[in-house]
């Protein structure tokens, strides 16, 4: 079976399930494993946003989807040429990878007969639900039983433990500054199963642009900033705008010392590795009943420069 996978979290989860030989393209973000960075890649963005700071990036993006483009260019002429069995893609997020509508509109104009599986997951369980349905369409559904089984009980683990958690402190993500956006979809679900107060998003909120003012209302005592599809050294210098704010000093999270740039991989792609989120934030929140949760190079402290999470 000959599989294109035009979004990282599919590309994981492909991984997961002992595919990795059939993915035959990816995207240009698709990294992980590493080993799928040999692949093909048959979709790119039309500018790379590590290079760009937020407002550019805005910019740039504004002005495509002004023009009614899309910000990703498919190589069209491998699809034809190679007719894979099975295309991936998502109707989320615009911004983070080509629409799965589109998607199907190249291949009906191009004539590429390959089905189109759209993702569309807002929970944990639609992520869960994501494993199943690649995994039906890809005969592996004894692997995905297990990889699925697997990631409810480390998440049923962090949040028995964090149960017990004398105070859970309220928390607050974005995923994204100047603009601000605030983190949606499982996050809110993910703050919240690793022991914090959500005061202000339910599970499946979906991810918006806010204005400042309501990070100020919701005074977090624990901040986390992981901005989409930006390696850590780039978050940690567009997070500067947020020291720019009316009364960012005043903020709880920031006088604790609790504000923290975390790898957004851990947080905005939905497969395997939400887990690895729940569990970072589970140490952030309560240090003292978590440790060792969180993977090298994975978080830093904004205010120190460093990864202790010590308080």
Same mark, same amino acid.
């Given at each position: 079976?000959?599989?294109?996978?035009?979004?990282?979290?599919?590309?994981?989860?492909?991984?997961?399930?002992?595919?990795?030989?059939?993915?035959?393209?990816?995207?240009?973000?698709?990294?992980? $494993?590493?080993?799928?960075?040999?692949?093909?890649?048959?979709?790119? @963005?039309?500018?790379?946003?590590?290079?760009?700071?937020?407002?550019?990036?805005? +910019?740039?993006?504004?002005?495509?989807?002004?023009?009614?483009?899309?910000?990703?260019?498919?190589?069209?002429?491998?699809?034809?040429?190679?007719? $894979?069995?099975?295309?991936?893609?998502?109707?989320?997020?615009?911004?983070?990878?080509?629409? @799965?509508?589109?998607?199907?509109?190249?291949?009906?104009?191009?004539?590429?007969?390959?089905?189109?599986?759209?993702?569309?997951?807002?929970?944990?369980?639609?992520?869960?639900?994501?494993?199943?349905?690649?995994? #039906?369409?890809?005969?592996?559904? +004894?692997?995905?039983?297990?990889?699925?089984?697997?990631?409810?009980?480390?998440?049923?683990?962090?949040?028995?433990?964090?149960?017990?958690?004398?105070?859970?402190?309220?928390?607050?993500?974005?995923?994204?500054?100047?603009?601000?956006?605030?983190?949606?979809?499982?996050?809110?679900?993910?703050?919240?199963?690793?022991?914090?107060?959500?005061?202000?998003?339910?599970?499946?909120?979906?991810?918006?642009?806010?204005?400042?003012?309501?990070? #100020?209302?919701?005074?977090?005592?624990?901040?986390?900033?992981?901005?989409? @599809?930006?390696?850590?050294?780039?978050?940690?210098?567009?997070?500067?705008?947020?020291?720019?704010?009316?009364?960012?000093?005043?903020? $709880?999270?920031?006088? @604790?010392? #609790?504000?923290?740039?975390?790898?957004?991989?851990?947080?905005?792609?939905?497969?395997? #590795?939400?887990?690895?989120?729940?569990?970072?934030?589970?140490?952030?929140?309560?240090?003292?009943?978590?440790?060792?949760?969180?993977?090298?190079?994975?978080?830093?402290?904004?205010?120190?420069?460093?990864?202790?999470?010590?308080?």
């Amino acid at each position: 079976m000959k599989i294109c996978s035009l979004l990282p979290s599919a590309t994981e989860i492909l991984c997961a399930l002992g595919l990795e030989d059939q993915v035959v393209g990816v995207t240009d973000i698709c990294d992980y $494993p590493p080993e799928v960075r040999r692949k093909r890649i048959i979709s790119r @963005s039309l500018f790379d946003p590590a290079t760009l700071t937020s407002a550019e990036v805005e +910019e740039k993006m504004q002005a495509i989807l002004r023009n009614g483009g899309s910000p990703f260019v498919l190589d069209v002429e491998w699809l034809r040429r190679e007719i $894979p069995d099975l295309i991936i893609a998502q109707d989320v997020c615009y911004r983070c990878s080509l629409d @799965s509508s589109d998607v199907a509109k190249v291949c009906d104009v191009s004539g590429i007969s390959g089905q189109v599986l759209t993702l569309h997951p807002t929970t944990i369980a639609g992520i869960l639900d994501s494993i199943t349905q690649i995994a #039906r369409l890809t005969g592996s559904e +004894e692997r995905a039983e297990y990889v699925t089984e697997g990631m409810r009980d480390c998440i049923s683990a962090v949040s028995g433990k964090a149960a017990g958690a004398t105070y859970r402190p309220s928390v607050f993500s974005v995923e994204g500054v100047d603009p601000l956006v605030v983190g949606g979809n499982w996050l809110p679900e993910m703050r919240v199963l690793a022991g914090g107060r959500d005061d202000t998003f339910a599970p499946g909120s979906p991810a918006k642009r806010i204005d400042w003012d309501v990070v #100020r209302a919701a005074a977090p005592e624990v901040l986390v900033i992981a901005l989409c @599809s930006s390696p850590m050294a780039r978050s940690m210098r567009e997070a500067e705008w947020l020291r720019g704010q009316e009364g960012w000093s005043q903020l $709880p999270a920031v006088r @604790s010392n #609790r504000v923290y740039v975390v790898d957004h991989v851990y947080f905005s792609r939905p497969g395997p #590795r939400i887990v690895t989120g729940v569990e970072i934030l589970a140490e952030l929140l309560n240090p003292t009943l978590f440790a060792g949760m969180i993977p090298e190079h994975a978080v830093r402290s904004f205010q120190n420069d460093t990864i202790s999470v010590s308080q």
